[in-house]
């Protein structure tokens, strides 16, 4: 069985695309930080555990198939000296999931199948054998699919979130997604004053901040997205110069209008037919920065590469991929500049909540299906 689009509407009973005004640190919709910091439910030894374990590796596009989903008690708890329990309150999403899931690649590990499926996310405090971690506090990155976890708060390199900082700032503006953005353009793509630049997946979580960054160094920013809706929020809220909707327009013939001289930076995100359009029209030493390939992730096939290297031989074209933790010296650095931009109204984004434990799989999958916009969350109901 495979996901279908009806099959997601279904399951997931109420979306909340949340306009997120970020310059203003403002929620446009109350309950999600409620949500995070409310009251610690109490924990017993009956206190069920939902989980999702991976049952199978994905062949191609993955399906519920792949999936085990498990209820059992928690049983009695008794942490030891420095372990903490914590309640799983916000999931995020992100592609290094779903290439986890198919036995890793680069710096992205494996994910045996068997376990709980990692992820990331914020979690609440619940109980507690370590000073460091009070009851009540919010820490990131800790566990996976699951409501509860034990971690040994010694080990983690995290500590709790500060107090007043928006965890949903933590992951959306500030976060990993927009972290990448932020290396790929400025390390990699390092558009020049004046200079045209093309992001793919325009209006997803690292495009969209990628398009923003191009903009605020001073280049010419052209988006590249699927849907009128997603377009007309690139140009009114992202204020980017213009927009290729790939789902109604030739993508090659409307780059030949933006950029008559070649695009000098190509910021992809998804590969496929619409990577190598781009590569066509790439100007004379061009840069390509390679961040993804969210096109392919459900195919089961490798991503194609372009299909005319002498032409990137004699444009001089620069090609380059990365992955954020080969950066994680310059996090520091990075998430200042992105704080710096946010604070002074240049940076905003969007935040897509979808609700339930149970519909974690299926918000996975839009992802790929394209059917959210910006910085896609899950809030437990946990």
Not at 13 to 36: E, P, W
Not at 279 to 305: F, I
Not at 315 to 320: L, R, V
Not at 351 to 365: H, M, Q, S, Y
């Amino acid at each position: 069985m495979t996901f279908t689009n009806e099959m997601i509407e279904n399951e997931i009973s109420r979306r909340s695309v949340l306009q997120y005004a970020l310059a203003g640190g403002v929620m446009a919709s109350t309950g999600l930080i409620g949500s995070a910091m409310a009251a610690t439910k109490p924990v017993t030894a009956k206190t069920i555990n939902r989980q999702w374990i991976l049952k199978s590796r994905p062949a191609a596009a993955i399906s519920m198939d792949n999936y085990e989903y498990r209820e059992t008690p928690l049983g009695e708890i008794n942490l030891k000296d420095g372990e903490i329990l914590v309640r799983h309150t916000i999931f995020g999403m992100a592609p290094a999931t779903r290439v986890a899931m198919s036995g890793g690649s680069g710096l992205t590990v494996g994910m045996p199948t068997g376990q709980i499926v990692r992820g990331g996310g914020v979690s609440e405090v619940v109980m507690s054998k370590n000073k460091r971690f009070p009851v009540g506090s919010l820490t990131m990155g800790v566990g996976g699919w699951e409501d509860y976890t034990i971690a040994d708060g010694e080990k983690l390199t995290q500590g709790p979130l500060p107090k007043g900082v928006d965890p949903i700032d933590l992951m959306s503006v500030l976060g990993g997604n927009a972290q990448t953005a932020y290396i790929g353009m400025t390390k990699i793509g390092e558009p020049k004053p004046g200079e045209l630049v093309v992001v793919s997946g325009a209006s997803g979580s690292v495009g969209s901040v990628a398009c923003q960054i191009a903009r605020i160094m001073g280049a010419k920013v052209i988006g590249i997205a699927g849907g009128a809706a997603k377009c007309e929020t690139l140009m009114k809220e992202y204020k980017i110069h213009g927009t290729i909707d790939y789902k109604s327009e030739k993508v090659s013939e409307k780059l030949k209008q933006f950029a008559p001289d070649g695009v000098n930076v190509y910021y992809d995100n998804v590969g496929g037919t619409i990577m190598q359009d781009v590569v066509d029209q790439m100007a004379h030493h061009g840069r390509v920065v390679l961040c993804g390939t969210v096109s392919s992730y459900n195919s089961g096939n490798p991503a194609p590469g372009p299909r005319d290297m002498l032409g990137i031989v004699t444009k001089e074209i620069k090609m380059q991929g990365f992955e954020l933790p080969s950066y994680m010296k310059e996090r520091d650095t990075t998430v200042a500049a992105l704080k710096k931009w946010k604070d002074e109204g240049k940076l905003i984004g969007k935040v897509d909540i979808r609700e339930g434990f149970k519909n974690l799989p299926a918000t996975l999958e839009l992802l790929f299906s394209g059917d959210k916009e910006g910085t896609l969350l899950l809030r437990s109901d946990a």
